[in-house]
């Protein structure tokens, strides 16, 4: 029998810890300065047995600390403040496309120059922003395939559907990333895999589940089909300007990735920035005045 294996680059390994709707929510808020478990249960909208099992898996994996002395909480420790770049991106995101989709409107602010900022994600050798289309992809030393192992069904649970209030929670970032078939969709979009069974090589996907996720991409705008054959219906899957958007989170996940994961044989994935031809690292600058944005200078707005 042959077994399907997958690439196991970097944004896989981050996808095991964060690819998962409750856990982007919870992250988010910690972000935005909760960390309380009743702030949580209050702000996100999960169920409490679902908060519960992912503040345990946090805490396992090394993202939150729990502080036990006069219930102070959950903090990021290192690790968990390292996904500051994805949560900025995954912001940036919803600020561009579907602001007010979620009735819950994030701005954020550099405090150094105080303005509104889009945090723009640019080469820190050549300090231009990165477009998708200039960077080139190519197998690194510890690239390995994995088996991929999660459940089948899509799963629509309460915290998928999370609402505060009657206000909803969720928009297509946060299910996309939250969903992690629907990112090694995308993921092979961007690596030049467009067409229905090199994608399903690619994603080692049941048919139906890949045909499931292409209608959904297709119905959020963020990739279209294209026929390129004249006679026959076929199509290769093109990421339109909102899906070529979502770079910069797949480029943050993969850092984070790299940082946490990546073992001695070095990076699964060497991307170069072509324009300037190094190897790409990216950081977010201030689209205002140009400057790096960090956890410490950034503030938000709700
Ligand atoms: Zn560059
Ligand atoms: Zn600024």
């Not at 910069?248 to 031809?277: M, N, S, Y």
Request: glycine share 8%.
């Amino acid at each position: 029998m042959k077994i399907d294996t997958i690439r196991a680059c970097s944004i896989w390994r981050a996808l095991e810890v964060v690819g998962d709707v409750p856990v982007l929510l919870i992250m988010e808020q910690a972000f935005l300065g909760k960390g309380r478990f009743q702030e949580f249960l209050e702000e996100t909208g999960i169920v409490r047995s679902v908060l519960s099992n992912r503040l345990v898996k946090l805490v396992e994996t090394d993202v939150f600390t729990k502080d036990t002395q006069r219930q102070k909480g959950y903090r990021l420790t290192e690790k968990g403040r390292g996904l500051f770049p994805v949560a900025l991106m995954i912001l940036r995101w919803q600020r561009r496309w579907e602001w007010g989709a979620r009735g819950f409107e994030v701005r954020m602010f550099h405090r150094e120059c105080g303005n509104e900022t889009i945090p723009q994600p640019t080469c820190v050798e050549c300090k231009t922003e990165i477009d998708p289309r200039d960077v080139s992809w190519a197998a690194g030393p510890g690239l390995s395939q994995v088996t991929p192992v999660y459940g089948r069904r899509r799963k629509q649970t309460a915290a998928a559907s999370a609402k505060r209030g009657n206000r909803t929670m969720t928009d297509s970032v946060i299910e996309l990333f939250g969903d992690r078939w629907a990112t090694l969709v995308v993921r092979a979009c961007f690596t030049g895999i467009n067409r229905f069974d090199e994608i399903q090589r690619d994603t080692a996907m049941a048919t139906n589940i890949l045909s499931d996720r292409l209608e959904r991409l297709q119905e959020q705008d963020i990739i279209k089909a294209i026929p390129y054959s004249a006679n026959e219906q076929r199509f290769e899957y093109r990421l339109t300007e909102k899906g070529r958007d979502l770079y910069p989170v797949l480029l943050a996940l993969l850092q984070w990735g790299d940082r946490w994961f990546a073992d001695e044989k070095g990076p699964p994935l060497i991307l170069t920035h072509t324009p300037c031809g190094h190897k790409l690292q990216y950081v977010p600058v201030c689209d205002q005045c140009g400057d790096v944005l960090d956890i410490s200078n950034t503030g938000f707005n709700l």
